[in-house]
């Protein structure tokens, strides 16, 4: 794959060299011999030329040595070299120059013949070359790619090539990629220099490069001491890059069951309704992100489709907590006090909203993409990338959190809220409107499902089946942590979700799923009220 | 709230009783295999062939719809994992199916059945020993469930997790099992399950009349589970349990086992999906995780709201019609049936909560002198008023 992209970095370089080839005609002389020399008669010559062009630096090389490799080098009846095109065989190109060449009948032109040796010598010498690119990232793969075969010849380039170089991440690259040339083929120093450096580096390729290196035999004592202490340091960086990775990732998968369960930690938690629909919700939520973006796309500058995520969220807020004004308000308010069939009826609800969803937007998955500033990532340690979209949506969820926490805590609609759900009669007594406050707190839960179907956009796919992947986990969660309790559901979520997360890599993905069910079925036999019980008159009800 | 005069079993067992049940019985097991086998294929009356399995699944869908009212409409346990049992008693019949293939698979293994061939097994995994005898298999169609439902009861009884919370866990508990069936290295077949079954005790399934004998085996076991329903709620043991169903604490007060008449009815419950499963099996040629899949656990709770909750006869009739109407409709308007499942599930449980049964007992002339009427089923129980 990577040889492949690498490759079709090559072929649009090329169109690029040819206009340099006019513009840098320096050594020309020099150049000219060696693509004569492609097509000599034994393979060893072709092969010293195909060498020395790679060691050479002139990026014009790289259409000539392709050509070689595709079979479309031929010597034509003056000896000079011509380029077949790779989409017309009936357009020459002449290869030293570039010029199109026409009046040749195709049977005066004999084939350069190649085989397996020499194809192998011309990607080692096109990676090499590549390290001249002037594009930036071509030179990047180049230096990542010469890791692969460290050679003295490679050697001999990556300094050539890093004396040149400014950019610091390709110069890192680069620096890498030579020591592990000058590791592989150096004299006793330069390997003692070339461990000792590569000893810093977190990169589980450096470590079987190094493995590969200390299992030759008749190594010196001193280096193999040296190589296998900088292994025995690389595998504990590694290791330790690995829990790191698994705790992000958990926290992540934590960060996304706490916002799927959240909306439910109100409507299950504090209301005590069994709302099947909640995925729906979040499902709904995905849907008006993708409307949003749509919207933008078609109405607005393109210089504005970045924002689209910002408009999403309250967006699906309003319209998500809109419905489940109408959903309590049309049904669940008839079946309070019953929570068998509240599930059975939201269950009917979340059916008909799937099958509507399908009917209108088809069951296709829809693409929802990151906006600029959520795209990539970044590597803090080396060795595994934070991306955007993850670490903004735990931001995200905390954010929801808290503001939640503040809206039950601080703001009058949460005291009645409180009040109500603690105690109904006595809070309309006091002139509280019940009806009033169930249809808010649904709502309130649903708009936050629908955030959460939001952000669930951002990493997933966005389809009528989005609810059901997370209803029974997030149901889980606010089981596990402790109903009606917003800290037990934060401490329920993270928790789920890093022990799953550290669970992969042992019993694998499915199995640590599994395992976490059972466990958590387990615990609830243990403490049927979850993590954090509320205790007292309240825990009664 | 229930009367209790309703349930007397006085009049439970009567020549009533017994009339009816033997008139169904012959309808079902007699008059169907007639109408398919006795007169010319051409006739309006006749059954066609392609009917019969259809009928026979119903029947299997009504003995697992009965299973769940057991312990939903007699003891209020909701379990949303009934469909695992279900499954659980299919998987045991599908191995001694898939052990009967023999040579005639894809790979002529006389051992290992195609799948574990081609997932490059070297010998039969242990819990696959047995299933080449029937009478094994039956042991296990009965053990299985009932020992995975005893085990879970057991620790959910025991901590006093009911209502809702149990509803989750049994979700959770059947969630599990789908994701554990969908491992190839399970040893179940993985994602395809087990399927190209060829015959059953020597009669090739696919032969009509071999699916004529699983039918009326079908609604032989129906007959059954239904005796027994209707043995145990009529029971001492039956009062016990819509006692606990309206008012747990104070039947655990008055010094009932709480705990031990909902383990046996929940085991009971369990025994009698996975028989449900096991003649499902046979005559629908497949059988696959996606049984486990928490969606059809719930499907059989609106089989039981629809037919009438806490009626048994309820159970099955509505099994039999929420399933006529699939049939149809998901020929005739795919795109209709979710929504019309989805308005059935909104439908019942608002407007008509004791189901068809209740609706049929409303008009008041259809009901016969001397027969008991269904239990009317409310949700909230005595207990939380008490705690409130």
Known sequence: MAARLLRQALVSLAALVLLLAVVVPARADDFANLVTSLASDTFAEKEQAIVALGNFGDARAVTILLALSDDRLRTGPNNEVLIVGSDDPSKLTDAVTGAPVKGIAPDSLTRVIVNNRLRGRIEAALGGLTLFSPDRNTRFAAARDALKHPSSEGTARLQKALAAEIDPEVRGAMQTSLLAAQLMSGTKDEQLAAIKGLSGVTDPQIKNLLDEFRAKPDLDPEVKMAADAAAASIDQRLRLVGIVANLFQGLSLGSVLLLAAIGLAITFGVMGVINMAHGEMIMVGAYVAYVVQEFFRAFLPPGWIDAYLVVAVPVAFLFAGLLGVILERTLIRFLYGRPLETLLATWGVSLIMQQAVRSVFGSPNKEVSNPSWMTGGFDPIGGFTVTWNRLYIIFFCFAVLGVLALILNRTSFGLHMRAVTQNRPMAAAMGIRAARIDALTFGLGSGIAGMAGVALSQIGNVSPNLGQIYIVDSFLVVVFGGVGNLLGTLVGALSLGVVNKLLEPVAGAILGKIVVLVVIILFIQRRPRGLFALRGRTAET | ?388
């Open chain 2, 1 to 388: 709230m229930a009367d209790p005069t309703e349930i007397t079993t006085r009049g439970a067992w009567g020549p009533g009783f017994w009339a009816k049940f033997v008139a169904t019985g012959l309808l079902l097991a007699v008059v169907v295999p007639v109408l398919n086998l006795g007169i010319s294929p051409n006739s309006f009356a006749a059954v066609p062939d392609y009917i019969v399995p259809l009928l026979g699944k119903y029947v299997c869908y009504a003995i697992l719809a009965l299973s769940l009212d057991l312990i939903w409409g007699y003891a209020g346990i909701l379990s949303l994992g009934q469909g695992a049992f279900f499954a659980l008693g299919g998987y045991c019949m599908g191995m001694y199916l898939m052990r009967q293939i023999g040579t005639r698979g894809v790979y002529q293994n006389p051992i290992l059945p195609d799948f574990m061939v081609f997932l490059q097994y070297k010998e039969l995994p242990w819990f696959w020993y047995g299933f080449d005898h029937f009478t094994w298999t039956l042991l296990m169609i009965v053990l299985v469930p009932g020992a995975l439902a005893f085990i879970f009861g057991w620790l959910a009884f025991r901590s006093r997790v009911s209502g809702v919370y149990l509803s989750i866990i049994t979700q959770a508990m059947t969630y599990a099992l789908l994701l554990a069936f969908f491992r190839n290295d399970m040893g179940f077949g993985g994602n395809n399950g087990l399927t190209d079954y060829k015959d059953i005790l020597g009669w090739d399934v696919h032969s009509p009349a071999t699916r004529l004998g699983l039918y009326v085996a079908s609604v032989l076991g129906l007959g059954a589970a239904y005796l027994i329903c209707r043995y145990v709620t009529r029971s001492k043991l039956g009062r016990v349990l819509l006692a606990l169903r309206d008012a747990e604490s104070r039947v655990r007060f008055l010094g009932y086992s709480v705990t031990n008449a909902k383990l046996l009815v929940f085991t009971l419950s369990a025994v009698l999906a996975g028989i449900a499963g096991a003649l499902y099996v046979p005559q629908v040629g497949i059988i696959n995780p996606s049984e486990f899949s928490p969606g059809n656990s719930i499907e059989v709770a609106i089989w039981v709201s629809v037919g009438g909750r806490g009626t048994l006869v309820g159970a099955a009739i509505g099994a039999v019609l929420v399933n006529l109407g699939k049939t149809w409709l998901t020929g005739a308007f795919p795109e209709s049936w979710l929504f019309v499942l989805g308005a059935l599930f909104v439908v019942t449980t608002l407007i008509f909560p004791r189901g068809v049964v209740g609706l049929v007992h409303q008009l008041r002339w259809l009901r016969p002198r001397g027969e008991s009427a269904p239990t009317p089923v409310e949700d909230k129980p005595i207990a939380a008023e008490e705690q409130a």
